[in-house]
């Protein structure tokens, strides 16, 4: 029987790299819909669970992206309020890549901590966006001193209220308009995650520069976002600090999505969003 994976991509177009990942992690076909909404999902949602006996609905799951994970949030909690008994199929929300990135970086600094990072101070910069609030989220749950950095007051209190509702926890936000700003932002910090826009310099090297345990860098395009975070490191030290580039956690981030993909088709009742998906994570880091 073969594996069918509905594409659900709350932007125009479906996602090209969301679909070479299923392909490659073993998905036969791809039904793929672009710019769906909310109103949409049920009926999409009963043409999945309704074709295929509940035995064989294993063979069947859903993948949710697009560029908006508020839009990626809502079509999950479409989709499975269209399910029930056993008439369901496991879901994927992974909207613009954001769980599955955020997670391996939270996974990987985590390692780098010795396992836990309760009771440190995390900075995440550009903490309002997609993989920043999931990764300051995720952080928060598992008891860090989480601060995320906004260029606005205003957005940063809000999406920090949004993730203490969210997943708990405690989340604050202090400004970062410019790079001068960094070093303010930083003090105190163990740990610093820059979840900025590709291209854009946020923390330059005397910001940070033998002051954290962990420093990593999500951004792959020059000008990095921490200045002297090389886009390879992967555990290299640097000005005292245990590195990771973009590549360093995109590498992981790859794998991850692979195989919560493969996951999808073992069984027909998984909803893999942030908490699931670092639990999937934490496995692979023990192999």
């Given at each position: 029987?073969?594996?069918?994976?509905?594409?659900?991509?709350?932007?125009?177009?479906?996602?090209?790299?969301d679909q070479?990942?299923?392909?490659?992690?073993?998905?036969?076909?791809?039904?793929?819909?672009?710019?769906?909404?909310?109103?949409?999902?049920?009926?999409?949602?009963?043409?999945?669970i309704f074709?295929?006996?509940?035995?064989?609905?294993?063979?069947?799951?859903?993948?949710?992206?697009?560029?908006?994970?508020?839009?990626?949030?809502?079509?999950?909690?479409?989709?499975?309020?269209?399910?029930?008994?056993?008439?369901?199929?496991?879901?994927?929300?992974?909207?613009?890549?954001?769980?599955?990135?955020?997670?391996?970086?939270?996974?990987?600094?985590?390692?780098?901590?010795?396992?836990?990072?309760?009771?440190?101070?995390?900075?995440?910069?550009?903490?309002?966006?997609?993989?920043?609030?999931?990764?300051?989220?995720?952080?928060?749950?598992?008891?860090?001193?989480?601060?995320?950095?906004?260029?606005?007051?205003?957005?940063?209190?809000?999406?920090?209220?949004?993730?203490?509702?969210?997943?708990?926890?405690?989340?604050?936000?202090?400004?970062?308009?410019?790079?001068?700003?960094?070093?303010?932002?930083?003090?105190?910090?163990?740990?610093?995650?820059?979840?900025?826009?590709?291209?854009?310099?946020?923390?330059?090297?005397?910001?940070?520069?033998?002051?954290?345990?962990?420093?990593?860098?999500?951004?792959?395009?020059?000008?990095?976002?921490?200045?002297?975070?090389?886009?390879?490191d992967d555990?290299?030290?640097?000005?005292?600090?245990?590195?990771?580039?973009?590549?360093?956690?995109?590498?992981?981030?790859?794998?991850?999505?692979?195989?919560?993909?493969?996951?999808?088709?073992?069984?027909?009742?998984?909803?893999?969003?942030?908490?699931?998906?670092?639990?999937?994570?934490?496995?692979?880091?023990?192999?």
């Amino acid at each position: 029987m073969l594996k069918l994976l509905l594409q659900l991509d709350s932007s125009r177009l479906p996602s090209v790299f969301d679909q070479v990942v299923a392909y490659d992690a073993g998905a036969d076909r791809l039904l793929s819909k672009g710019g769906v909404t909310e109103a949409e999902v049920r009926d999409l949602v009963h043409g999945c669970i309704f074709t295929r006996s509940p035995k064989d609905m294993k063979n069947t799951a859903i993948f949710i992206g697009g560029a908006d994970m508020a839009a990626g949030e809502k079509l999950l909690t479409a989709a499975t309020k269209a399910f029930f008994a056993n008439f369901r199929v496991s879901t994927m929300l992974d909207s613009n890549g954001s769980n599955t990135t955020a997670v391996a970086a939270v996974v990987k600094i985590t390692k780098a901590l010795g396992g836990s990072v309760k009771g440190k101070k995390i900075v995440v910069t550009a903490g309002t966006g997609p993989v920043g609030t999931r990764a300051a989220g995720l952080f928060a749950k598992a008891g860090a001193d989480v601060v995320i950095t906004s260029r606005k007051p205003e957005d940063g209190e809000r999406v920090s209220a949004e993730i203490c509702k969210r997943f708990g926890g405690t989340v604050k936000s202090v400004p970062l308009r410019e790079p001068s700003q960094a070093a303010a932002a930083v003090q105190g910090a163990e740990v610093l995650l820059n979840a900025g826009p590709a291209g854009v310099m946020l923390v330059p090297r005397d910001a940070w520069a033998g002051k954290l345990k962990v420093v990593v860098d999500l951004n792959a395009l020059p000008p990095l976002g921490i200045e002297g975070v090389e886009v390879n490191d992967d555990g290299q030290t640097r000005e005292g600090a245990i590195a990771f580039g973009a590549l360093g956690i995109g590498n992981f981030k790859m794998k991850l999505h692979k195989e919560c993909i493969t996951r999808l088709f073992t069984r027909n009742d998984l909803v893999l969003d942030a908490e699931t998906i670092e639990d999937v994570a934490k496995e692979l880091m023990q192999k």
